[in-house]
């Protein structure tokens, strides 16, 4: 499985808004009821994390990955499945390092959808 | 059930993917029931009347869509008196393989969206199921209105003694029943009397003599 590219964009709007129906409103809602959700998602995996609770880790990062897919942030996305594999198959030291990456590329994530144009360009194209 | 909107259960732990299912059933004549984890998913598919149509995630905390699934098919057939009226279930998972859509199958689904779906393809899948569970419905209707009708129907069957001359019918308590009474009393059926020309010749004819002789005399 291969890591994201860091060229490639964090989220692609066009598939994000295809999945909500072509509903701007509805994917404002969306990313809305991701951020709000998102910190402590991440706390409960450095969490499990730290004490070996793989079982939880593979868990949390299943779900924090339907959002993300249902959102389009693909790269996301495939760190997140990475997550979920290493943790289901009890790899701590790998589920540590990959748990890093998630965390950068969801910063990564987290910094486009908190400006505020690409609001504007959705609702505008 | 005509005009009343169509119950769909919705169980997700994902709020993003629940926020999306909820959005892909939306209709005038649907309402969304949500839930965010397996066991009250299968509480409400336990009550009494539960939601026809349900879109269970696999993965959730408490009990999987997949338990679930197996849960609802191994009590429904003992908790209601039709069978067919059994809930119609999707499974809704990123997990594609083909084994696993057996599995899903195999665990008593009737269909399976994988993650992240198209839009109108959770649309037509939904669509699909609505109108199975309206047929479902329609059976059952006609089902209740079909025993309803027999249980008033009586009917006769089997050997009926009858005497070789006079042709009544022995009854149950060695009783011997004008056929006519007999039939009143067993079936749904009724008589009207009249005399058919045979017996008019017979009785009717000579009798008509009798008194017609005897006014004379």
Redesign the interface.
């Known amino acids: 499985m291969q890591g994201a590219t860091t060229d490639e964009p964090p989220v692609d709007l066009a598939v994000a808004l ?4 072509g ?1 701007t409103s ?1 994917l404002i ?2 990313v809305g ?2 951020l709000e ?1 998102l910190s402590a998602r991440l706390q409960a995996l450095h969490r499990a994390t730290s004490t070996a609770d793989m079982e939880s880790v593979r ?1 949390v990062a ?6 993300l ?3 389009g942030a693909r790269p996301a996305a495939a760190i997140a499945r990475e997550l979920e594999a290493r943790a289901d198959e009890g790899r701590v030291d790998d589920a540590r390092e990959i748990l890093a990456r998630l965390s950068r590329e969801l910063g990564r994530l987290t910094a486009a959808l908190a400006e505020s144009r690409w609001k504007e360009r959705l609702c505008g194209s | 059930m005509e005009g009343a909107p169509l119950r769909i259960l919705i169980a ?6 629940r ?2 299912l909820v ?2 059933v939306a209709g005038a004549d649907r309402e969304p029931i949500v839930v965010a984890d397996g066991s009250a998913a299968l509480r409400a598919l336990q009550q009494d009347s539960p939601p026809p149509l349900a879109l269970l ?1 696999w ?1 959730m ?1 408490g009990l999987s869509g997949l338990e679930v699934c197996r849960e609802v098919r191994a009590q429904r057939t003992t908790t209601v008196p039709y069978q067919i009226l059994v809930p119609y279930l999707i499974l809704i998972t ?1 997990r594609g393989r083909s084994e696993d859509l057996a599995a899903g199958f195999a665990a008593g689904a009737d269909d399976y969206v994988v ?6 393809e959770l649309r037509a899948r939904v669509g699909a199921g609505a109108r199975i569970v309206r047929l479902q419905h329609d059976l059952a209707d006609r089902v209740t209105a079909l025993e309803e009708a027999l249980a008033r129907v009586k009917t006769l069957q089997g050997m009926l003694p009858i005497c070789a001359w006079c042709k009544k019918i022995r009854s149950d308590g060695d009783y011997w029943q004008q056929v006519d009474s007999y039939i009143a009393a067993h079936t749904d059926a009724r008589f009207s009397h009249s005399i058919c020309p045979e017996c008019h010749e017979k009785h009717v004819v000579p009798q008509l003599a009798r008194l017609r002789q005897q006014r004379t005399t």
């Open positions: 295809r999945q909500a129906g509903d509805l809602e969306l009821i991701f959700d868990f299943h779900t924090l990955r339907g959002s897919a249902g959102l | 997700d732990d994902d709020p993003v993917s926020r999306l959005a892909g995630d993965e905390p990123s993650k992240p779906f198209d839009p109108d």
